[in-house]
């Protein structure tokens, strides 16, 4: 029993010294916690939280990090455009109807000069190749060739202004066969100036082969990146060496009236295959995004348009100022999807059959900072061919830049003019002076607006300007064709 005690009161010493042991490790742990905290505590108060910045939205910062705004402004756009579009089914109901179109060019007999007047258009494209050929051969002499190519030219133009304006087919298929001319007009110039400088360069040398080039490197060449992407895409181009004067021939010339480009080239790249599926793909969005084009016109346009003609007969500036901006966005919904569907659908769709390799039909003219950038990039094509056979030629005869870039956009002025003015019937020269404008307003946003804010002047002048001009046209056709009085009576016996 005695050692039962022991044993018990030693035990009872261990326990304490345990317990009192773990109360000092704890006492021990508390203590440097809290030092931990009080560092903590002091490193963090009096660490510095300021320091020189800009804000965000200031140009100092460097900041462009913008998605999220950008996200914003998508959500409320499609909200507002959702408003509008729910509005409008409410208020007039559904006004498509694919079938109208249709039968608009089927059961008109006006729309169906139009297809023989495109058909002629061959008369003018075999008189330009028949006069290269009696060049080359010494027929005639090359002023009387020059003054017959003239002749030939103006009458591509003259002749189907002509026709539209005696027969009066309605103005969609005028319109295009109009465009189909000027195509044939700004092609026969190319094809003409390129032959008369490879027939110099053929009689001058006495060589009997002339305007050989080096071959343009193949997009499938080694070291060549992009190449090496393009030719997973488009395959290895070839390249056929044509030379003067083997490239007179009619394959050679229906050849490049049918290339979706309009300067004339002894060898264009072409790609040895046609790719079916990209095909398909192209030719479905021709056929959606034409359908939508229709349908945003019968459903969204027409019934503004219709709504707007009253203002303008007024006179009413409030009312027009309105009109104008609420045809503003459906006017320029319709142009962005007409973009897309001509410049990418339609010419790879026209490359893509003819085999035609280069595919720069547009470049990003959304980020244009400038006037000048912008119609340098949305539409290769042309400025390809003024540059080439307008432009340069000025440039090469000492007149300055601004003549040049006056005589470019009064060209170009000219073929809006052409294209809007005579399937119209009436000659308002609203197209010509818009296209005009551009010049002093190039100036004014390259000196005083930069960067982004160039960008937005852009934009604005897209937006705006159209509508602007289509509504106007409105005005004066409606006035012209409806508020006229009839041959012989007068305004009071007319009832106005």
């Not at 470049?363 to 990039?377: A, G, I, K, L, P």
């Not at 870039?405 to 170009?412: E, L, W």
């Not at 930069?450 to 937005?456: C, Q």
Request: aromatic share 14%; hydrophobic share 45%; net charge positive.
């Amino acid at each position: 029993m005695q050692m039962s005690k022991m044993a018990t009161t030693a035990e009872e010493r261990k326990l304490h010294r345990r317990t009192k042991s773990t109360s000092s490790v704890e006492d021990r742990e508390k203590v440097k916690k809290q030092k931990e905290a009080e560092k903590d505590r002091r490193e963090f108060y009096e660490k510095p939280i300021h320091f020189s910045s800009e804000s965000l939205f200031s140009t100092g910062s460097g900041y462009n990090n913008y998605r999220g705004v950008l996200n914003l402004c998508i959500v409320l756009l499609v909200l507002t455009t959702s408003r509008v579009a729910l509005e409008n089914l409410i208020k007039y109901g559904i006004l498509i109807d694919p079938v109208s179109w249709v039968t608009i060019f089927v059961a008109d007999p006006y729309n169906w000069p139009c297809v023989i007047l495109i058909a002629c258009s061959n008369i003018f494209i075999l008189a330009s190749f028949s006069l290269e050929i009696w060049l080359l051969k010494g027929w005639i002499s090359e002023a009387v060739g020059r003054a017959m190519h003239v002749i030939n030219c103006v009458a591509i133009l003259v002749f189907p202004a002509t026709v539209v304006l005696t027969v009066e087919p309605g103005p969609a298929g005028a319109s295009y066969a109009l465009f189909v001319y000027t195509c044939v007009f700004l092609k026969t110039v190319s094809y003409i100036a390129t032959n008369h400088w490879l027939r110099y360069q053929y009689k001058s040398s006495g060589q009997r082969k002339a305007g050989r080039r080096k071959p343009a490197k193949s997009v499938g060449d080694a070291g060549d990146v992009n190449g090496a992407a393009q030719n997973l895409a488009n395959g290895k181009l070839e390249t056929q060496l044509v030379t003067y004067p083997d490239n007179l021939t009619l394959k050679d010339l229906y050849y490049f009236m049918l290339f979706p480009t309009l300067c004339y080239e002894l060898n264009f790249p072409r790609t040895p295959r046609i790719r079916k599926r990209f095909l398909l793909k192209r030719l479905a969005e021709m056929f959606m995004l034409l359908q939508l084009m229709l349908g945003l016109i019968q459903q969204w346009i027409a019934p503004l348009l219709h709504n707007a003609i009253k203002p303008f007969v007024d006179m009413d500036l409030p009312m027009m100022v309105e009109r104008i901006m609420k045809l503003a966005i459906p006017n320029h919904f319709i142009w962005l999807i007409f973009f897309y569907w001509f410049f990418h659908s339609n010419l790879n769709v026209l490359a893509e059959i003819t085999q035609f390799a280069d595919r720069t039909f547009y470049r990003d003219w959304w980020n244009s900072e400038s006037v000048q950038y912008f119609w340098s990039n949305w539409n290769i094509p042309v400025y390809r061919w003024c540059k080439r056979h307008l432009y340069q030629p000025l440039m090469r005869r000492g007149y300055s830049r601004m003549f040049g870039q006056i005589c470019v956009f009064a060209t170009s002025a000219f073929f809006h003019e052409y294209l809007v003015s005579v399937p119209l019937r009436m000659f308002r020269w609203w197209a010509f002076m818009g296209m005009l404008m551009q010049v002093p307003f190039a100036v004014f946003v390259s000196k005083f607006l930069t960067g982004p804010y160039g960008n937005m002047a852009v934009w604005v002048s897209l937006i705006v300007g159209q509508p602007f001009a289509i509504l106007m046209y409105l005005h004066d056709y409606y006035v012209i064709n409806h508020l006229q009085p009839p041959v012989g009576q007068n305004i009071t016996n007319a009832g106005l």
